[in-house]
């Protein structure tokens, strides 16, 4: 009697669980199915490149830990 009440109630919770992420899944293809579009450069875009090809991402990534570091 325990086992059948547990079936049923696994049931009742996987079937829509599962309906919920096949909708889900189907809903998300089309984004992965479509070919990406190139990036539009903003002003904070281009400042931001423009600053990886001058000093490098050696540079960038000491400002990253220089900001991450006292926070740890």
Known sequence: MRT???VIAW???AL???WGVYQSVQ???PLFNSPSKPIQESSLDSR???GLAKDGL???LKACLGVLLPLI
Request: net charge positive; glycine share 6%; proline share 6%.
């Open 4 to 6: 059948i009440t547990l």
């Open 27 to 29: 809903k998300a293809m």
């Open 16 to 18: 829509p669980l599962g």
């Open 48 to 50: 931001l490149v423009s």
């Open 11 to 13: 049931t009742v919770v």
């Open 58 to 60: 050696r540079t960038d």
